[in-house]
């Protein structure tokens, strides 16, 4: 497997993903099965996320 995206100087997931994929998958291992409104909501206090963003990851 070509590991074309690491990213060496990082840590955790976000040494493969960027930072709201790494966020959005954390958080939904850390809370297991959650709607995607769900995650939506919960994770854009600071900035909105768009819904479709969310569900593509």
Do not use: C
Not at 9 to 21: H, Q, T
């Amino acid at each position: 497997m070509d590991i074309k995206n690491f990213k060496y100087d990082e840590v955790g997931l976000n040494r493969f993903f960027g930072p709201l994929e790494a966020n959005i998958m954390e958080y939904l291992w850390d809370k297991n099965e959650l709607s995607i409104k769900v995650v939506q909501q919960s994770l854009g206090h600071d900035k909105p996320i768009n819904f479709h963003t969310v569900m593509t990851v």
